[in-house]
């Protein structure tokens, strides 16, 4: 399968600072992106509640015919306040309005959040075909199952589909009835295995959901860490202390006299 070239452009100023180079080093079968133009000055908002309409996106940033599509990542409102917005045929737009927030207190990464919705872009546009619009709304579903597909009305309802994504039984059987092959979605599910918690956090988080279990390796650690320190005292002790008692010996017994040394050596044996 050839993969999908995606193009990243940034709106702006972020607030957070964005790995690209981990996003485009991401090894995937899949798709292959990378972030090529920033528009520094943006505009005055033109929509509600502070807002960029999907118009206004639009005449901001145009598609490349070098890439399959386009995604623009700014940290201001879009309209409706969704996070994401297909602001033209092969356009979207990434917000990180709220979500960075959420992504950062759940102890996750941004550059994990756009890969998740860049896996999400690249299904879609592959399940309605190459001239198809972006994003359809319409395949989302209002549950939150960590799907890649979840609609997250709640915004907070991110981490469960960045933490650990997935795609759920009916998005896989919609998917299989568009002929997609097997190939696509056995390399979507292992990759997305890939986006993950750091070690530390992934530790933190199993300490915080088995407690009791936390607490007792930690007990027994300690309690074989004070074994092997005692039993490797006792060599040490074993080979060290004798020496050292015969040089101390040796050395008392050059001070003596003659008679006194006779007599320190018959002690001794």
């Not at 607490?215 to 002790?237: C, G, H, N, P, R």
Request: charged share 25%; proline share 2%; glycine share 2%.
């Amino acid at each position: 399968m050839q993969k999908i070239k995606i193009k990243l452009v940034t709106l702006g100023n972020l607030k957070y600072p964005v790995d690209f180079q981990f996003i485009k080093k991401w090894k995937s079968k899949i798709f292959s992106a990378e972030h090529l133009d920033q528009i520094q000055i943006l505009p005055e908002m033109d929509g509600e509640k502070w807002s960029y309409t999907d118009k206004l996106l639009a005449n901001l940033i145009k598609s490349d015919k070098n890439y399959d599509f386009t995604v623009g990542m700014i940290n201001y409102r879009l309209e409706k306040n969704y996070y994401v917005r297909r602001v033209g045929k092969d356009l979207c737009m990434l917000s990180l309005y709220e979500t960075a927030e959420i992504i950062h207190d759940a102890n996750l990464t941004i550059e994990n959040f756009i890969i998740r919705n860049l896996y999400e872009f690249c299904s879609i546009y592959l399940e309605y075909g190459r001239d198809a619009s972006l994003v359809e709304y319409s395949v989302a579903h209002d549950e939150t199952r960590s799907c890649l597909f979840d609609m997250c009305g709640n915004k907070a309802d991110l981490v469960f589909s960045t933490a650990r994504p997935r795609i759920c039984e009916p998005c896989k059987a919609r998917i299989m009835q568009s002929q997609l092959s097997n190939e696509f979605i056995s390399n979507i599910e292992k990759e997305l295995c890939r986006i993950r918690k750091s070690l530390y956090y992934r530790l933190t988080d199993f300490i915080k959901g088995n407690l009791i279990l936390a607490i007792t390796i930690t007990s027994m650690s300690a309690i074989l860490l004070s074994v092997i320190a005692k039993v490797i005292y006792d060599v040490f002790k074993s080979l060290l202390i004798p020496s050292l008692f015969q040089g101390e010996q040796q050395e008392k017994i050059q001070f003596l006299t003659p008679s006194q040394r006779q007599e320190s050596l018959l002690k001794s044996e």
